[in-house]
């Protein structure tokens, strides 16, 4: 019976090991499957597609995960492969279910991750004041796990919205804060991001030099990267602003040259091409130098209108809107100042629609004129409100923050006093007991009576700590109010009680002084408007139509090169499932091939077909031109560069040509 017994009881453990075991390895298998998924998610020589496919399923597997720690691990990675594929709403909805994990899990460390994650979801949602919340949030916890690094870099994404929403001195204060942590470290890019944005609020604040200066520090640690062509272009643009709007305009003519003499600018950068030409012919234009003009305009404005950059669109424009008023030709200029307007109106740009406003002022006929200027000053009025309940909401989170850190702070050294006295206390009365009873209890009163006194000090000192707070927090206010009404609002509020007043004057005198108003009122604005920020716009992305920009490409250089071209896309008509990297090399290697034939072929009719075979793209170029020999070392690097991109899509690429026979190159790329 005993052996039966233990026979029995041997067996069940054996299938209990075996169960437990079976269990572990499917969990293993399933966090392994997820692993492979996201990673797949983040290939690159996949179609967007099928990337977004392995996402979803990687998602719906975590879903069904009961492991807490595990989910938060794997939520983190698909949210940040969405941001990646521009599935910003995706990034934003994983985010949120994170952070709710993470706060029930009391999981500290990924909890400030999802709060910082939100805080860029909402800071690309244009939310300031929700990006600012959750980046603060994340601020409290990596500044209590002494995460100094991290710290610096919560501290630069909040300087950076408070810039943009005209929080000068908050977005002042915490940069210095980030630049103190993160100087002396390799946070070269985050160093430089620092004085970029004290660059721009001294630009605001019509400190110039000191906007070239911290320009010119930020270069520094630009320069201990690799691979930043595109931000030191940036830097040098905004370099030559702050000389163009300090009046130098020699001196910013020098550093947008010397930004556009940089090499392959136009084929690489061609959003920071338009941007740096059109601020040089603004330049020229204010330097009363009109060699030149109004091409370099037309030229930058053409660039961006093929690139859909919307707000190059409006600022061309409108630069081309002041050089026409003053040759005097109000037609051309009225056609561009109302492009300029409706564009800024549809796409919420409200600091060059108030410049629209202002100009249509001059253009238009006194009655419409008036109106523009009404118009001007309700949006500038509404702006500023705007503007300014934004900052009160920052503020607000802010000192709400530090005051329940404080409190906490003190409750903790009173509980930390109360224990220590509690301590002592009983150690002092169990010694006590031990020698005398009739001691202990005299003593133990008067240890009682200490404590007590101790307590009211300290009660007494948090109240002063507060009241010290308190104080410094209201001058803070009354300071930075003071600033605001005395400054910009009172000059605002007296040139328009002026123009009220002369509104029904029609003498030349009131005319001469309205118009002086109107300038000032011109200065004022100058003194709020925000400099766009310039942004690499990639060339293609997920709306771009590839065929479209391949037949702009050929009509503009056919025109160039006096050719015939048509280019045929046969059965390869649909490019949206074509991965973006194969339609970027194929694009440039397009745009090589073409640039050759205008430089050195002669030809007159080229042929470009597109084609698909299979598991494969088949791409040829043929022209009728001199031809040349492809086994000839050749001194230039534009064939090296084709042949680079033909084996960054892992695709073949030949060069069939000979003297006097035109030239066929043909590309296959396996998608």
Request: aromatic share 10%.
């Given at each position: 019976?005993?052996?039966?017994?233990?026979?029995?009881?041997?067996?069940?453990?054996?299938?209990?090991?075996?169960?437990?075991?079976?269990?572990?390895?499917?969990?293993?298998?399933?966090?392994?499957?997820?692993?492979?998924?996201?990673?797949?998610?983040?290939?690159?020589?996949?179609?967007?597609?099928?990337?977004?496919?392995?996402?979803?399923?990687?998602?719906?597997?975590?879903?069904?995960?009961?492991?807490?720690?595990?989910?938060?691990?794997?939520?983190?990675?698909?949210?940040?492969?969405?941001?990646?594929?521009?599935?910003?709403?995706?990034?934003?909805?994983?985010?949120?279910?994170?952070?709710?994990?993470?706060?029930?899990?009391?999981?500290?460390?990924?909890?400030?991750?999802?709060?910082?994650?939100?805080?860029?979801?909402?800071?690309?949602?244009?939310?300031?004041?929700?990006?600012?919340?959750?980046?603060?949030?994340?601020?409290?916890?990596?500044?209590?796990?002494?995460?100094?690094?991290?710290?610096?870099?919560?501290?630069?994404?909040?300087?950076?919205?408070?810039?943009?929403?005209?929080?000068?001195?908050?977005?002042?204060?915490?940069?210095?804060?980030?630049?103190?942590?993160?100087?002396?470290?390799?946070?070269?890019?985050?160093?430089?991001?620092?004085?970029?944005?004290?660059?721009?609020?001294?630009?605001?604040?019509?400190?110039?030099?000191?906007?070239?200066?911290?320009?010119?520090?930020?270069?520094?640690?630009?320069?201990?990267?690799?691979?930043?062509?595109?931000?030191?272009?940036?830097?040098?643009?905004?370099?030559?602003?702050?000389?163009?709007?300090?009046?130098?305009?020699?001196?910013?003519?020098?550093?947008?040259?010397?930004?556009?003499?940089?090499?392959?600018?136009?084929?690489?950068?061609?959003?920071?091409?338009?941007?740096?030409?059109?601020?040089?012919?603004?330049?020229?234009?204010?330097?009363?130098?009109?060699?030149?003009?109004?091409?370099?305009?037309?030229?930058?404005?053409?660039?961006?209108?093929?690139?859909?950059?919307?707000?190059?669109?409006?600022?061309?424009?409108?630069?081309?809107?002041?050089?026409?008023?003053?040759?005097?030709?109000?037609?051309?200029?009225?056609?561009?100042?109302?492009?300029?307007?409706?564009?800024?109106?549809?796409?919420?740009?409200?600091?060059?629609?108030?410049?629209?406003?202002?100009?249509?002022?001059?253009?238009?006929?006194?009655?419409?004129?008036?109106?523009?200027?009404?118009?001007?000053?309700?949006?500038?009025?509404?702006?500023?409100?705007?503007?300014?309940?934004?900052?009160?909401?920052?503020?607000?989170?802010?000192?709400?923050?530090?005051?329940?850190?404080?409190?906490?702070?003190?409750?903790?050294?009173?509980?930390?006093?109360?224990?220590?006295?509690?301590?002592?206390?009983?150690?002092?009365?169990?010694?006590?007991?031990?020698?005398?009873?009739?001691?202990?209890?005299?003593?133990?009163?008067?240890?009682?009576?200490?404590?007590?006194?101790?307590?009211?000090?300290?009660?007494?000192?948090?109240?002063?700590?507060?009241?010290?707070?308190?104080?410094?927090?209201?001058?803070?206010?009354?300071?930075?109010?003071?600033?605001?009404?005395?400054?910009?609002?009172?000059?605002?509020?007296?040139?328009?009680?002026?123009?009220?007043?002369?509104?029904?004057?029609?003498?030349?005198?009131?005319?001469?002084?309205?118009?002086?108003?109107?300038?000032?009122?011109?200065?004022?604005?100058?003194?709020?408007?925000?400099?766009?920020?310039?942004?690499?716009?990639?060339?293609?992305?997920?709306?771009?139509?590839?065929?479209?920009?391949?037949?702009?490409?050929?009509?503009?250089?056919?025109?160039?090169?006096?050719?015939?071209?048509?280019?045929?896309?046969?059965?390869?008509?649909?490019?949206?499932?074509?991965?973006?990297?194969?339609?970027?090399?194929?694009?440039?290697?397009?745009?090589?091939?073409?640039?050759?034939?205008n430089k050195y072929a002669n030809a007159s009719k080229v042929q470009i077909d597109f084609k698909r075979v299979d598991n494969n793209i088949l791409i040829s170029?043929?022209?009728?031109?001199?031809?040349?020999?492809?086994?000839?070392?050749?001194?230039?690097?534009?064939?090296?560069?084709?042949?680079?991109?033909?084996?960054?899509?892992?695709?073949?690429?030949?060069?069939?040509?000979?003297?006097?026979?035109?030239?066929?190159?043909?590309?296959?790329?396996?998608?």
């Amino acid at each position: 019976m005993k052996k039966t017994a233990l026979f029995l009881i041997t067996i069940l453990l054996i299938y209990s090991c075996n169960k437990k075991t079976s269990i572990f390895y499917q969990k293993d298998n399933i966090s392994k499957n997820i692993d492979s998924l996201i990673k797949a998610s983040r290939n690159i020589s996949f179609t967007d597609s099928l990337r977004n496919e392995y996402l979803f399923k990687s998602n719906k597997i975590t879903e069904k995960l009961n492991n807490d720690s595990l989910k938060i691990g794997f939520y983190i990675r698909i949210s940040y492969s969405h941001l990646v594929l521009g599935n910003l709403n995706k990034f934003g909805e994983i985010s949120k279910k994170t952070l709710y994990l993470t706060t029930l899990n009391n999981d500290t460390i990924n909890k400030a991750r999802a709060n910082s994650d939100l805080g860029y979801y909402y800071q690309l949602k244009f939310k300031p004041d929700s990006a600012f919340y959750f980046y603060n949030e994340a601020l409290k916890i990596y500044s209590l796990i002494k995460n100094n690094l991290l710290v610096g870099d919560i501290l630069l994404n909040l300087a950076t919205i408070q810039s943009v929403e005209k929080d000068y001195i908050g977005s002042e204060i915490n940069t210095i804060k980030a630049i103190s942590i993160l100087k002396g470290t390799d946070k070269y890019h985050s160093l430089f991001l620092c004085y970029n944005n004290l660059a721009f609020i001294a630009t605001q604040l019509k400190d110039f030099e000191k906007s070239i200066e911290y320009r010119k520090e930020g270069l520094i640690y630009l320069s201990k990267l690799k691979n930043m062509e595109n931000l030191e272009l940036i830097s040098k643009n905004g370099i030559g602003i702050a000389y163009q709007n300090k009046g130098d305009y020699i001196k910013s003519i020098e550093y947008f040259k010397n930004a556009l003499a940089t090499k392959n600018i136009q084929s690489f950068y061609p959003d920071i091409y338009a941007v740096l030409i059109d601020n040089l012919a603004y330049s020229k234009f204010k330097n009363e130098d009109y060699s030149d003009l109004p091409d370099l305009f037309y030229k930058s404005l053409k660039i961006r209108d093929s690139l859909q950059i919307i707000d190059g669109i409006i600022t061309s424009n409108l630069h081309l809107t002041e050089y026409f008023l003053l040759k005097s030709d109000s037609l051309i200029a009225m056609q561009h100042c109302k492009i300029a307007k409706n564009l800024a109106k549809s796409s919420n740009n409200n600091i060059d629609l108030l410049q629209s406003y202002l100009l249509l002022s001059k253009l238009e006929s006194t009655e419409k004129g008036k109106e523009y200027l009404r118009k001007h000053i309700h949006l500038t009025d509404s702006l500023q409100q705007h503007e300014r309940s934004i900052r009160e909401k920052f503020t607000r989170i802010a000192y709400e923050t530090d005051e329940i850190t404080q409190e906490k702070e003190a409750e903790t050294k009173k509980k930390w006093w109360v224990i220590l006295f509690s301590g002592i206390g009983t150690g002092f009365g169990i010694l006590l007991f031990i020698n005398m009873k009739q001691s202990s209890k005299n003593k133990e009163l008067l240890f009682n009576h200490k404590q007590e006194e101790s307590n009211i000090e300290i009660y007494n000192l948090m109240l002063s700590q507060q009241e010290m707070f308190q104080k410094g927090s209201e001058n803070e206010k009354n300071r930075i109010s003071e600033e605001l009404h005395d400054g910009i609002l009172g000059r605002l509020f007296g040139t328009r009680l002026s123009l009220d007043s002369l509104n029904e004057g029609k003498t030349k005198a009131d005319i001469k002084e309205r118009e002086e108003y109107i300038e000032e009122l011109q200065l004022i604005e100058e003194d709020v408007r925000t400099i766009a920020h310039n942004l690499k716009t990639s060339i293609f992305n997920s709306e771009t139509n590839f065929i479209k920009l391949v037949e702009q490409l050929v009509a503009k250089q056919s025109k160039i090169g006096k050719f015939e071209c048509e280019p045929n896309f046969n059965n390869l008509t649909n490019w949206e499932g074509i991965s973006n990297n194969i339609k970027i090399n194929c694009y440039r290697i397009l745009q090589e091939s073409i640039q050759n034939i205008n430089k050195y072929a002669n030809a007159s009719k080229v042929q470009i077909d597109f084609k698909r075979v299979d598991n494969n793209i088949l791409i040829s170029i043929h022209d009728n031109g001199v031809g040349f020999n492809p086994k000839k070392k050749n001194k230039g690097i534009g064939l090296k560069n084709m042949r680079s991109r033909a084996e960054a899509m892992n695709s073949k690429i030949e060069f069939n040509s000979s003297q006097g026979n035109g030239t066929r190159i043909t590309i296959t790329i396996p998608i």
